[in-house]
């Protein structure tokens, strides 16, 4: 699987556990237009839902990272 697909499938599984787009880019150190470039090509309504409402629907987890690069920006 190249890594774009498992970005992609990464995204898919934390928007499907709730998480708000900006927690899904910090989680998975993207860039959030990614996050948003997917939902978009999904045909996901985002703009519909507040980012407040998510932030306080669905608080940031903080995450442990085990590697300093991360796997998606190509180093």
């Known amino acids: 699987m190249s890594k774009m ?5 990464d995204i898919e599984q934390l928007y499907i556990e709730g998480f708000s787009p900006k927690s ?9 237009e990614l996050v948003y470039d997917w939902l ?3 045909s ?6 507040d980012p ?3 932030d ?5 987890e903080p995450v442990e990272l085990d ?3 991360s796997p998606y920006n190509g180093t």
Request: hydrophobic content about 45%; some cysteine; aromatic content about 12%.
């Open 56 to 60: 306080a629907a669905f608080p940031p």
């Open 24 to 32: 899904i880019a910090v989680q998975l150190e993207c860039p959030l």
């Open 67 to 69: 590697e300093v690069f």
């Open 40 to 42: 978009e090509s999904n």
């Open 5 to 9: 697909a498992e970005l992609s499938y």
């Open 44 to 49: 996901i309504k985002e703009e519909s839902i």
């Open 52 to 54: 407040a409402e998510w």
